[in-house]
């Protein structure tokens, strides 16, 4: 299947929908997916006005023909009403014990459908406004090679269902969009291609980490079902989500809800329903996501320090902890206007890291929300700024283990810049190795630091075009450490008090900041050039031009 060809739903071509990235020739053998038999899975189109047709036969012979219509309340099997529950597409029904048993541990109840089809028309169901049923909270997908070709194709995706659960259109209501969709498997989740397409589609998650898919419908019940207020001050507290319009959130839950179900799509425009400030998700204004971690953070949130919010410390902060439930006054408009920013010393450290057991290299798929990625997840190195008081190296390693949740042991140098502008920003690429022994699996789970993590060979980079990328530095470095071109130096006593000098400017009053920076790093600048000249640059190179994190 040419690259820049035709898609393939259930193997009748049809044209590719203009905002997701095709499907790549360089799909990975998926030898280890489930063997299950040719499934006769009804073949799902969308016409020219964007309708959905069904042009085959479900796998219990009914036929379907013709646009999808509203059913009559009842005319699907229903999941447990007393709970919250998953829906549950899987082409194989001996995998049901396993997908249900996710959901059960994670406190669901669930309804299993083999077909795409068959999971649009119980939604549609549920919405005839005499239903009487509430929608799923969450859509797991389990997504593998169905007919053995090699390739995961955009039914075995079911993408159908992933595209309205996106933008919903008639018979659907906008409502759909409050399910938070995981796609479920291997194959998929170790692929850059087809997580930057499950994603396009309309996935919020892509894992195939079955003990990571638990814990991200855990939180997503913590921050979406919303306890009864007890008092009319907890009532007027509540508020909506910008995104999606789901309701009755308190602060905190209004938090977690946004980290795990919408840093992998477009912010919203609209006012803070928090404080009312405007927010844009265009480029130049600061988006809602950006704007909620920065000023809305719950108090009491992170509870080993370390300056990173996990989702397990999201679930304890929304279900544990009663101060941090009912929500602290948060900042207003005018707080916002009289706290201007202070001048700070910026050092940034950025990671190339290979993993010596098959040679490949680790990427982060950022949020959608950060500098440079327009709206979209995009793959970049591992990267974060360092701290008061941390060392680049330390700031290194805390940042990759907080976008990728793999610990590293920088090895060396590959680059040192120091922009030619006034505030001389200092960053330093280092080149790491992972440690023999891991904390965690590697992430999966959304937060505002990134949607997920990656390993990849060099010839994955060939299916991710330019622009999927935060910054093209992965295809500048990963292939000349691979070849041997580019070799890391060795720390020395050069860098070392360089990165002396960058944390006691990081720690200096904004009042003597400059006066001391142009005092003491130009000079400190000259011992550097003299002791690395292959790798210290003082101009625009292509990690000068990556964006501030």
């Known amino acids: 299947m040419g690259r820049a060809s035709k898609y393939r739903v259930n193997k009748v071509a049809v044209a590719p929908p203009p905002e997701v990235t ?49 059913p009559a309340p009842g005319a699907a099997t229903g999941p447990p009403t007393d709970r919250p529950w998953v829906l549950i597409r899987s082409a194989d029904e001996r ?15 669930s309804a299993f459908h083999r077909t795409a089809q068959g999971a649009l028309d119980e939604l549609a169901a549920i919405q005839h406004p005499r239903s009487g049923r509430s929608l799923p909270l969450a859509c797991l997908v389990d997504a593998y090679d169905e007919d053995g070709d090699g390739v995961v194709d955009q039914g075995e995706m079911s993408w159908p269902l992933l595209r309205m659960i996106q933008r919903p259109h008639a018979p659907f209501e906008a409502s759909l969009k409050r399910i938070f969709v995981i796609v479920y498997g291997r194959p998929v989740a170790a692929s850059p291609r087809y997580t930057l397409d499950a994603l396009g589609a309309g996935a919020r998650m892509v894992t195939g980490v079955a003990g990571d898919a638990t814990r991200a419908l855990e939180l997503a019940r913590a921050s979406s079902v919303a306890d009864p207020a007890k008092t009319e001050g907890e009532r007027r507290a509540r508020v909506a989500c910008p995104a999606c319009g789901l309701d009755g959130l308190t602060p905190p839950q209004l938090f977690a809800h946004y980290s795990l179900f919408h ?52 679930k304890c902060m929304v279900l544990s902890n009663p101060k ?42 950022e949020s959608a929300h950060t500098a440079n990625c327009n709206g979209k997840p995009r793959y970049w190195i591992p990267a974060g700024k360092a701290r008061p008081g941390e060392t680049m190296v330390e700031a290194a390693v805390a940042s990759c283990l907080r976008d990728t949740n793999v610990k590293v042991s920088p090895r060396g140098l590959l680059r040192i810049l120091m922009e030619p502008s006034e505030k001389k920003t200092v960053r330093a690429l280092f080149f790491a190795e992972p440690d023999a022994v891991q904390p965690k699996p590697i992430k999966t789970v959304p937060s505002f630091h990134s949607v997920g993590a990656i390993w990849v060979g060099l010839e994955d980079l060939l299916d991710i075009h330019g622009n999927e990328y935060r910054s093209e530095d992965p295809k500048v470095f990963f292939p000349q ?20 000098l960058c944390v006691e400017l990081g720690g200096t009053h904004p009042d003597e900041l400059q006066r001391k920076r142009d005092a003491t790093l130009p000079e400190q600048w000259v011992n550097v050039e003299r ?6 640059f003082k101009e625009h190179d292509v990690l000068a031009r990556s964006s501030r994190r």
């Open 22 to 70: 095709p499907v790549a020739s360089r799909a990975p053998t998926l030898a280890s997916a489930p063997s299950v038999g040719p499934v006769s899975s009804p073949q799902v189109l969308r016409t020219v006005d964007g309708a959905l047709l069904n042009c085959g036969s479900d796998p219990f012979g009914k036929s379907s023909a013709g646009a999808l219509s509203r």
């Open 95 to 109: 995998r049901r014990p396993e997908l249900t048993a996710l959901a059960e541990r994670a406190g669901f109840g």
């Open 263 to 314: 840093v992998a799509e477009r912010g919203a425009d609209a006012k803070c329903p928090l404080c009312a400030k405007v927010t844009r998700r265009t480029k130049g204004f600061e988006s809602f996501a950006t704007h909620l971690e920065e000023y809305h953070t719950p108090e009491g949130t992170d509870q080993d320090g370390d300056a990173f919010i996990s989702s397990h410390e999201l």
């Open 324 to 365: 941090v439930r009912r929500g602290l006054a948060p900042p207003t408009v005018a707080d916002f206007a009289a706290a201007a920013p202070e001048k700070t010393f910026d050092a940034y450290a950025l990671l190339v890291v290979r993993r010596p057991a098959d040679g490949k290299f680790l990427l982060v798929l």
């Open 481 to 500: 450490i691979a070849s041997g071109a580019l070799q890391p130096e060795a720390f020395g006593s050069t860098w070392a008090a360089l990165e002396a």
């Open 531 to 536: 002791r690395y000249p292959n790798i210290a």
